[in-house]
T-cell receptor, first 111, second 117 residues
Framework: QKEVEQNSGPLSVPEGAIASLNCTYSDRGSQSFFWYRQYSGKSPELIMSIYSNGDKEDGRFTAQLNKASQYVSLLIRDSQPSDSATYLCAVNLYNFNKFYFGSGTKLNVKP | EAQVTQNPRYLITVTGKKLTVTCSQNMNHEYMSWYRQDPGLGLRQIYYSMNVEVTDKGDVPEGYKVSRKEKRNFPLILESPSPNQTSLYFC????????????????FGQGTRLTVV
């Protein structure tokens, strides 16, 4: 079992819709959770971080964390074509020694 | 400007010819790490370093070496590259101090696309 699992997609949504991206993790010692956006051939860039259960909102982005169920999600409201990218979920274990990344979900936002 | 700088950005080499990919950060971060990214496999950690002279293996260390003689630099060394090391490589750094408080994200370099023929 992988440490972090994501549906590879592609996930296609029309412009203006809500995109919902999901991620599950296996280690209950996971402490910090991050969503990165990666355009093809480019380096990952941080979108959101979340550390405690519940929702965290930042502009059009909302991260949701449920430690009991071991999942973290990212909602993108009013999706734009520029949001089309691969979204990586990352988990930082308790001892900080490692980041684990999911394989990413490819999002296509159609005009 | 805070950044992680990798060089070279692109490299084509032949099997067995030793190479080094450099990584430098200007944020005084303690933690540095190397990843490789392959289609369908996501980012996999090769080696990481918690501070100067402290390095440890990640999930896929075979065929790679690293060193951390200075806080800002963390080079990745391929002593005898093979075609299965053809990949996109990323260096990343992070603050251990901020992580101790509430967790800290990783800042990534621009990536190095390596082809071994």
């Amino acid at each position: 079992q992988k440490e972090v699992e994501q549906n590879s997609g592609p996930l296609s949504v029309p412009e203006g819709a809500i995109a919902s991206l999901n991620c599950t993790y296996s280690d209950r010692g996971s402490q910090s959770f991050f969503w990165y956006r990666q355009y093809s051939g480019k380096s990952p860039e941080l979108i959101m971080s979340i550390y405690s259960n519940g929702d965290k909102e930042d502009g059009r982005f909302t991260a949701q964390l449920n430690k009991a169920s071991q999942y973290v999600s990212l909602l993108i409201r009013d999706s734009q074509p520029s949001d089309s990218a691969t979204y990586l979920c990352a988990v930082n274990l308790y001892n900080f020694n490692k980041f684990y990344f999911g394989s990413g979900t490819k999002l296509n936002v159609k005009p | 400007e805070a950044q992680v700088t990798q060089n070279p950005r692109y490299l084509i080499t032949v099997t067995g010819k030793k190479l080094t990919v450099t990584c430098s950060q200007n944020m005084n971060h303690e933690y540095m790490s190397w990843y490789r990214q392959d289609p369908g496999l996501g980012l996999r950690q090769i080696y990481y370093s918690m501070n100067v002279e402290v390095t440890d293996k990640g999930d896929v260390p075979e065929g790679y070496k690293v060193s951390r003689k200075e806080k800002r630099n963390f080079p990745l060394i391929l002593e005898s590259p093979s075609p299965n090391q053809t990949s996109l490589y990323f260096c990343a750094s992070s603050s251990l101090y901020l992580s101790a408080l509430q967790g800290a994200e990783a800042f990534f370099g621009q990536g190095t696309r390596l082809t071994v023929v």
